[in-house]
């Protein structure tokens, strides 16, 4: 699906200019950090921010990764990545208007995706796990996480408007299946009152 023809584009449109101002920064910077350090994020990767919003997890992966390090944002939403684009200002970064099922990127081109907080947003997972497999190197790994509960994600969409209220966290079993089959290895599931975390694996064959 072409980001034009997705009605959550629009939407995400209409809200990237209060978005920020639903959060406290400093706290959400604090615990990206942490979330970071314990998925291992670090050195001259290159990280694919996939559903990168406003930009808040394009900038700790920044502070994460070294001088030769590289982030790829990639939203759907073109008012998102203009604020991200305009807050982020460090040559490290490159930002992309695309869908999650068709990345502007080479086969094997990045070593780690980090899907913060847009999982549910996307309509064909299983696209976006297979794209997913495309874009990494062998050895490379795709996260899924949240810093709330399934729950909770589940309730603020059922109440944020008519395109994404059918947008549903599934259990993290569910999304670990996904990847599986995808051709991930999983290593880490997660489903809890504190949070939300599939990390998988890409396979070297």
């Known amino acids: 699906m072409r980001p034009h023809d997705n009605p959550?584009?629009?939407?995400?449109?209409a809200i990237a200019e209060l978005w920020d101002g639903w959060d406290d920064l400093a706290v959400l910077a604090r615990r990206l950090a942490a979330g970071l350090a314990a998925l291992g994020v670090g050195g001259a990767e290159t990280v694919v921010d996939l559903g990168c919003g406003t930009g808040?997890?394009?900038?700790?992966?920044?502070?994460?990764?070294?001088?030769?390090?590289?982030?790829?944002?990639?939203?759907?939403?073109?008012?998102?990545?203009?604020v991200a684009a305009g807050k982020?200002?460090?040559?490290?970064?490159?930002?992309?208007?695309?869908?999650?099922?068709?990345?502007?990127?080479?086969?094997?081109?990045?070593?780690?995706?980090?899907c913060f907080s847009a999982w549910?947003?996307?309509?064909?997972?299983?696209?976006?796990?297979?794209?997913?497999?495309?874009?990494?190197?062998?050895?490379?790994?795709?996260?899924?996480?949240?810093?709330s509960s399934r729950a909770?994600?589940?309730?603020?969409?059922?109440?944020?408007?008519?395109?994404?209220?059918?947008?549903i966290l599934v259990p993290a079993a569910e999304t670990a299946r996904c990847f599986e089959t995808a051709g991930f290895i999983v290593e880490e599931v997660v489903d809890d009152e504190d949070g939300y975390l599939v990390t998988g694996r890409r396979g070297t064959t």
């Not at 394009?58 to 073109?78: E, F, K, T, W």
């Not at 064909?124 to 795709?142: F, H, N, Q, Y």
């Open 120 to 147: 549910p947003h996307f309509p064909d997972k299983d696209a976006v796990a297979s794209e997913l497999t495309r874009v990494l190197r062998p050895g490379g790994r795709a996260h899924v996480w949240h810093l």
């Open 88 to 114: 982020v200002r460090d040559a490290r970064a490159s930002f992309h208007v695309a869908d999650a099922a068709e990345l502007p990127l080479a086969a094997a081109a990045c070593d780690r995706v980090v």
């Open 8 to 13: 959550r584009s629009a939407h995400f449109d």
């Open 152 to 167: 909770t994600i589940n309730d603020i969409h059922a109440n944020a408007g008519e395109a994404v209220k059918h947008d």
């Open 56 to 82: 808040n997890l394009s900038l700790a992966l920044l502070a994460a990764l070294s001088g030769d390090g590289r982030v790829v944002a990639v939203d759907i939403s073109p008012r998102m990545i203009q």
